[in-house]
């Protein structure tokens, strides 16, 4: 079992630009979490995606959307970057079923705005 | 609404010794409390969480924490420190037991010297 994965784990933009990152459940989770983790602060919650809606927001401005396709994986974009946005993005996932079972974290995709 | 507080965001101690991080919460409802472990470069590890079937929780790496409702505290020990328990670690809470949409503190950096 791979676990959550993620891609890049690298990404250099400019101020201004568009960011999509990805993120893969873990085998057998249906729901997807998005959180922000800028340096030496602890993650923040972005939204969560079930069932391709998405289902719970964090306090974060509509420039952060996401998407969940039919396998499970998730999407997240950024519009509109700002030098603020440089953080580590970590997803996460869990399942429905087991409610009892604790998310996953992936190793993150680091974001650095220019 | 629910938030918890980190208190010292750096702790040092020599290999052999008590570990005591410290965590409070506050919760308008009855919480979930995790522990993550994060070591450079990587995602987060859970390390124990608190579902309200017992007060004192046996995580990994012989790490434990006690649930103390009446000091609103969820405080981290283990008796032994490693010098691989060095790694930043974050207190969270949730309002559901699979820990989805966590709250995080800001995180206490364990330093550990031989």
């Known amino acids: 079992d791979a676990g959550v994965t993620q891609s890049p784990t690298h990404l250099i933009k400019t101020r201004g630009q568009q960011v999509t990152l990805r993120c893969s459940p873990k085998s057998g989770h249906d729901t997807v979490s998005w959180y922000q983790q800028a340096l030496g602060q602890g993650p923040q919650f972005i939204f969560q995606y079930y069932e391709e809606e998405e289902r719970q927001r964090g306090n974060f401005p509509d420039r952060f959307s996401g998407h969940q396709f039919p396998n499970y994986s998730s999407e997240l974009n950024v519009n509109a970057l700002l030098l603020g946005d440089s953080a580590l993005y970590l997803c996460a996932s869990s399942s429905t079923d087991e409610i009892q079972e604790t998310q996953y974290f992936g190793p993150g995709t680091r974001l650095l705005v220019l | 609404a629910q938030s918890v507080t980190q208190l010292g965001s750096h702790v040092s101690v020599s290999e052999g010794a008590l570990v005591l991080l410290r965590c409070n919460y506050s919760s308008s409802v009855p919480p979930y409390l995790f522990w993550y472990v994060q070591y450079p470069n990587q995602g987060l590890q859970l390390l124990l969480k608190?579902?309200?079937?017992?007060?004192l929780v046996k995580g990994i790496n012989g790490f434990e924490a006690e649930f103390k409702k009446s000091e609103t505290s969820f405080h981290l020990t283990k008796p032994s420190a490693h010098m691989s328990d060095a790694a930043e670690y974050f207190c969270?809470?949730?309002?559901?037991?699979?820990?989805?949409?966590?709250?995080f503190g800001k995180g206490t950096t364990l330093s550990v010297s031989s």
């Open positions: 608190y579902t309200s079937a017992a007060t």
């Open positions: 969270a809470v949730s309002s559901n037991q699979a820990g989805t949409a966590l709250i």
